[in-house]
Structure formats: C-alpha cells, structure tokens
C-alpha cells in the first residue's frame, strides 16, 4: 500500500512539472505575441501618419492582422519542429549509449561507479550502488544517459500539444494588440494599444513571478519596460521608414 501511494504521489508530481512546462509555452506565446504585434503596428502607425485617417487605419489593421496569423503559423511550427528534433536527438543518443551498454558493460560500469563518486559517495558505496543499478539494463540506462549525457527521453508526440498551444497563445496576444484598432483610430487606438498591451504584460510578469517564486512588482516591471521600448523604438523606426525611402 505504502509502494502504490508514493507512486502515485510522483506521478502526481511529474504531471504538476509537465502542466507548468505547458504553461511556460503559454507566457512565451502570449508575450511574443503582444510584444511582435505592439512593434508591428506602432511601427506602421508611424509610417502612415499624415496619410488620410482611413487609408492609414486600414493600413494598421492588415500589418496587425498579418503579423498576427504569420506569427502564429511561425511559432507552432517552430515549436514542433524544434521539439520533435530535440526528442529524436535524443532518442538517437540514447540508443549509442544503449549499445554501448551491450558492446562494453564493463567499461560502463566503471563509468557510472565514477559519476556516483564524482557526485559524493565513496568508492565502496558507489561500487555497491552501480552494482545495484546495472542489474536492470533500463534502469542502468536511463542512469548513464542522465548523469554522463545529461539527457532524459523526450516524447515526440508532445510536440503538436506544444505547438498548438504556443501558437494558439501568440494569437491571443496578437488580438489584444489590436482590438483597440477595430473600434479607435488615429492616436487614440495606438495609445490603448500600447496601454492595454502593457496591461497584458504586467499581468503575464506577474504571473511568472508567481510560478518562480520571485517578487511580482520587479517581474511585471521587467516585461512592461521591455514592452515600452519595443513600442517607442516601432513607432520612431515607422515615423524614420517614409524619410529613409523618400516617400511622401
């Protein structure tokens, strides 16, 4: 009975550890979203001042929503390709080292009794040790690959949960960007963009201030100054772009 609840209870836990994986995935979607987005259509806000008030509008809306769909595809297929790379990266490391197991087992051995040693344990007690974990090949294995490669599997089938959800977050971080352009115009829309895109910010920052344990004011801080500066250096790039072509 004892076996089965801590077993159940580390199972719990790696779940935990693999929903805030996914939840990592989520804030740097979101983030990259709002943050891409906010340059995108500040910069093109710039660009078109002093061309007539529906022309530019139009022109804001089409650059957001553009960076928004391309950004979107961007980053869930880079999620997944990068992902499903790394697992089978992986995956083929750790068949050398299973071969290696079967080609010189006692080499191998003599490997792990070294990184027992190197990690704290004598030379008697990592000689028992590594007999212990060499009796079962997985569990030797696994031991090789993790403390002498520093990889663990990886499964290739998590990257298309991955991608989705990075994916589906930058596009949630791109709406917010641009909402305000689908009812303002003018000053007025890029200022609550930027507003409500810092607002979204902060919120992201102080969330990830609450998943690292780390003081939410300096987190939110951090992710609305790099959201400033993004949106001030896309607005002056966008006001400089008509000059630097000649364009009236």
Do not use: N
């Amino acid at each position: 009975m004892r076996a089965r609840a801590v077993a159940r209870a580390m199972s719990h836990r790696r779940e935990q550890v693999e929903r805030l994986g996914r939840i990592r995935q989520f804030v740097f979607g979101a983030q990259d979203g709002l943050l891409s987005t906010l340059g995108v259509v500040t910069g093109v806000s710039g660009a078109v001042t002093g061309v007539s008030a529906t022309t530019s509008h139009f022109a804001v809306l089409v650059a957001g929503c553009a960076e928004a769909v391309a950004g979107m595809v961007a980053m869930a297929a880079g999620e997944y390709i990068s992902s499903r790379s790394q697992a089978q990266v992986y995956q083929a490391e750790i068949e050398s080292e299973r071969e290696e197991l079967h080609r010189d087992p006692e080499g191998e051995r003599e490997e792990i009794q070294v990184l027992f040693r190197q990690e704290g344990l004598s030379p008697e007690d990592a000689t028992v040790v590594a007999r212990l974990v060499t009796t079962s090949e997985e569990s030797w294995l696994k031991t090789m690959t993790e403390k002498e490669l520093g990889l663990a599997a990886t499964d290739a089938s998590g990257a298309i949960t991955g991608a989705f959800i990075i994916g589906a977050a930058f596009l949630l971080g791109a709406v917010v960007t641009i909402l305000p352009y689908l009812f303002l115009s003018g000053a007025k829309a890029v200022l609550s963009s930027v507003a409500v895109t810092l607002l979204a910010l902060a919120a992201i920052g102080a969330g990830k201030a609450k998943l690292a344990k780390i003081g939410p004011l300096r987190s939110a801080a951090e992710v609305v100054a790099i959201g400033s500066v993004a949106a001030v250096i896309g607005y002056l790039f966008g006001t400089l772009l008509p000059h630097i072509f000649h364009v009236t």
